[in-house]
């Protein structure tokens, strides 16, 4: 990325960022955006901000920055990913911007700054009537040694003693000579030159302290989000093209055991190939297809011509016969004019047919030619959604709740890597459901699923009554119900099993993945395809891959 196009990403940022100022601003967008992607500052222009660079927060905010980003993996997850080194860029300009905002308003010396500022801008002739006011101010704030309180009493003293200084001050606002500066300005601007020095001095001590303690906080915070981004990255990737997607700076950490959860059900998917392949199975009953889309391309052709327009006159064109009073001939005119021809005129009149000039120009025709063409050509559409509703309940603790908790890990790295819309409802006599479109938020929900014990009865119908909810919503409408299940439970409801019907006259497909030898038939044979899914069978994949096959 090119420093011009940095630039134009935080021009909001540099141009009212309302904090430092625009050249501090500019540099601290190259400055971040070098240490993340691990470059260095080459463009001349940015060299010369550093080089002019003479604000005193510029030196200790550089340092600042290289302390927070230095850290070994933010490069890592940074490298080739512009958009995650954008995020990271926003984030960190936020938190400056927050945080110098928060400093601000805290600042305890606030009203000695005001102060500061009120007696810079007070006209020298007030000093001299005030100017014991602010001596006995700073002798209460600062020390001797900061500060010689007694040596300015001692000068003002001696300078408001001599009449002379006393009328030269009292003169010059009425003789408007600014330049002319008498010996008790320059006192005034010794003491506002000492007190600057010590007040600028207090306040940035106060501004590092704070931006310390703020520093430290968001490194550690910044530090963390690395790191479990980077186990994340780990897990799914190459599966999650857009990765960066689950980088969220105000979520809460995931928690510790998350990642060794995951981990281990990555392990686990790793020796289990057949429920990759399962996974990827069931992900080809809802896969993208290929429509049809007819364009209408309207085509116009523009055809110009010069034709002759009796109406324009710009030549005369010859004569004709008309009652035409302003564009007759003379001679005609003539017989209106002789009381003998005068009743000929009239005749000719009423007949129209008195000689006048004929008057011609000419016009630029346009003529359009209008037709329409239709283009067909073919558009992929999106990967269709599907709700997946996993059996929790004891009958299905051991193997079976084992391959259903890896089938789900699957699931979730295929809806990760297709960018695919998938609900998850794990049940056994409550529901719990899961967006695993939407893994940065719910890796904690994922996580508890993947440790949770299966124990107690199964009751099918508040995740059937879920899924049919779920399919009224505008985002799965589209989708297939896939039920993984031992199936060993009570007939479904009279009331559901119409709903379910409704659906699917609607085109819905309701599939089962049965996970043992006896369900119970009367509920399988409700769905439109049910599978049951053996891992010691030979040829189980095979089996199931021919049935889904057949569903294409």
């Known amino acids: 990325m090119t420093a011009y196009e940095l630039e134009q990403d935080f021009s909001s940022f540099i141009e009212f960022g309302n904090v430092f100022d625009k050249t501090i601003r500019t540099f601290l967008v190259h400055y971040i955006h070098a240490r993340l992607s691990g470059t260095s500052i080459s463009d001349y222009r940015l060299q010369s901000l550093l080089q002019n660079q003479q604000s005193k927060y510029f030196d200790y905010l550089q340092k600042s920055l290289d302390k927070m ?22 984030d960190v300009l936020k938190w400056m911007r927050d945080t110098d905002k928060r400093i601000v308003a805290k600042n305890p010396y606030q009203q000695e700054n005001d102060m500061f500022e009120a007696w ?11 100017w014991y006011v602010l001596m006995n101010f700073l002798a209460n704030n600062y020390t001797r040694e900061e500060l010689d309180k007694d040596f300015y009493a001692t000068k003002f003293k001696a300078l408001l003693a001599n009449n002379q200084i006393v009328q030269q001050v009292k003169s010059l606002p009425l003789q408007n000579l600014p330049e002319e500066k008498s010996p008790l300005d320059i006192l005034i601007d010794d003491l506002l030159a000492q007190w600057n020095a010590l007040l600028t001095a207090k306040n940035l001590r106060y501004y590092m302290e704070e931006m310390d303690k703020a520093q430290e906080e968001f490194t550690e915070l910044l530090n963390k989000k690395v790191e479990e981004f980077h186990k994340l990255m780990t897990l799914i990737n190459p599966f999650a093209m857009e990765i960066s997607n689950f980088w969220d700076m105000s979520r809460s950490l995931w928690k510790d055991k998350g990642f060794n959860v995951l981990d281990h059900y990555q392990q686990l998917l790793v020796n289990e190939k057949a429920i990759q392949e399962l996974a990827d199975l069931l992900g080809r009953l809802r896969e993208a297809q290929t429509e049809v889309e007819e364009e209408i391309f309207r085509e116009v052709i523009v055809h110009k011509e010069w034709k002759t327009d009796l109406q324009l006159k710009t030549e005369i064109g010859g004569l004709r016969e008309s009652n035409d009073l302003q564009n007759l001939l003379p001679s005609e005119l003539a017989l209106l004019g002789n009381p003998a021809t005068e009743a000929l005129f009239l005749q000719k009149y009423a007949d129209k047919s008195l000689l006048s000039y004929q008057f011609q120009g000419r016009s630029l025709v346009h003529s359009d030619k209008v037709s329409f063409t239709t283009h067909r050509r073919e558009k992929r559409k999106e990967k269709g959604p599907f709700i997946l509703c996993i059996d929790t309940s004891g009958s299905m603790e051991g193997l079976p709740s084992q391959i259903a908790k890896v089938l789900c890990f699957a699931i979730m790295k295929m809806a990760a890597k297709e960018q695919r819309k998938c609900y998850l409802i794990s049940f056994s006599i409550g529901i719990k459901t899961i967006n695993l479109l939407n893994i940065a938020n719910s890796i904690d929900k994922i996580v508890d699923f993947l440790s949770m014990s ?19 919503a505008s985002d799965y409408k589209d989708a297939d119900v896939i039920i993984v299940s031992d199936f060993v439970m009570f007939d479904i409801r009279e009331d559901l099993l119409r709903r379910i019907q409704k659906e699917q006259s609607r085109g819905t497909k309701f599939h ?11 509920i399988v044979e409700q769905f439109d395809n049910y599978w049951i899914y053996d891992p010691l069978e030979r040829n189980i994949m095979r089996r199931l891959w021919d049935d889904i096959r057949r569903l294409q």
């Not at 490298?79 to 954008?86: E, F, I, K, M, V």
């Not at 089962?512 to 009367?522: M, V």
């Open 69 to 90: 980003l230095g850290f070994h993996l933010i490069q890592k997850v940074c490298s080739n990913n512009q958009q995650l080194t954008q995020q990271i860029i926003h």
């Open 120 to 130: 810079s801008h007070k006209p020298t002739h007030l000093w001299m009537e005030t």
């Open 454 to 472: 299966f124990d107690g009865g199964t009751d099918i119908t508040p995740a059937l009554s879920e899924a049919l909810n779920v399919l009224q």
């Open 512 to 522: 089962s993945l049965t996970l043992s030898q006896k369900p119970n038939l009367q």
